[in-house]
T-cell receptor
Framework: NAGVTQTPKFQVLKTGQSMTLQCAQD?????MYWYRQDPGMGLRLIYY???????DKGEVPNGYNVSRLNKREFSLRLESAAPSQTSVYFC???????????????FGPGTRLTVL | AQTVTQSQPEMSVQEAETVTLSCTYD???????LFWYKQPPSRQMILVIR??????QNATENRFSVNFQKAAKSFSLKISDSQLGDTAMYFC?????????????FGKGTRLSVIA
């Protein structure tokens, strides 16, 4: 099992350009998440998908859109990139079934995005 | 809203010694999980240990253990016999447990350096 994979690993954009960060998991998890990590800020939630077909905003959703393409894949789109979106982006997944006594999130390797 | 505070931005410890990282949180919920994640220079987020709030017994994973004080809303991580490979950022995280699934709320992290 590859776990959670993210593409690309690195990306440089110019202000105003758009791009999509891809995330896929092969653990048959129901829930998926996008976080961003900025220096001194820890990880902050952008969007999450509790189950296929649903998405919800997190703490910092402005400037982003998401698509839960199927159970495996959850993409994050920047329509018009801004320098404030320079960050490291992490995708995570968890089993997410109601009633489970444990629900650990497993993280991908991250994407380092620089917006000039 | 839940908040997680890690009051030690940086710490260092001699190899083979013991170190304790502090974490406090604020919530009005009674049913939740607490986690410690490790982020080495590779940037990968790695689960270290998990504690379920309804369990009074402190969680232990090999050299890693927690001191969970529910009334004080404190969740410290103790690393025994520190190794050079323990050098990393450590994040404390909170997750509210309900019938569905909720994202993690992270602290800002503690940078731990293990010195030979």
């Amino acid at each position: 099992n590859a776990g959670v994979t993210q593409t690309p690993k690195f990306q440089v954009l110019k202000t105003g350009q758009s791009m999509t960060l891809q995330c896929a998991q092969d653990m048959n998890h129901n829930s998926m998440y996008w976080y961003r990590q900025d220096p001194g800020m820890g990880l902050r939630l952008i969007y999450y998908s509790a189950s296929e077909g649903t998405t919800d905003k997190g703490e910092v959703p402005n400037g982003y859109n998401v698509s839960r393409l199927n159970k495996r894949e959850f993409s994050l789109r920047l329509e018009s990139a801004a320098p404030s979106q320079t960050s490291v982006y992490f995708c995570a997944s968890s089993v997410g079934l109601a009633g489970l006594s444990t629900d650990t999130q497993y993280f991908g390797p991250g994407t380092r995005l620089t917006v000039l | 809203a839940q908040t997680v505070t890690q009051s030690q931005p940086e710490m260092s410890v001699q190899e083979a010694e013991t170190v304790t990282l502090s974490c406090t949180y604020d919530t009005s919920e009674s049913n939740y999980y607490l986690f410690w994640y490790k982020q080495p220079p590779s940037r990968q987020m790695i689960l270290v240990i998990r504690q379920e709030a309804y369990k009074q017994q402190n969680a232990t994973e090999n050299r890693f253990s927690v001191n969970f004080q529910k009334a004080a809303k404190s969740f410290s991580l103790k690393i025994s016999d520190s190794q050079l490979g323990d050098t990393a950022m450590y994040f404390c995280a909170f997750m509210y447990r309900n019938s569905g699934n909720t994202p993690l709320v992270f602290g800002k992290g503690t940078r731990l350096s293990v010195i030979a």
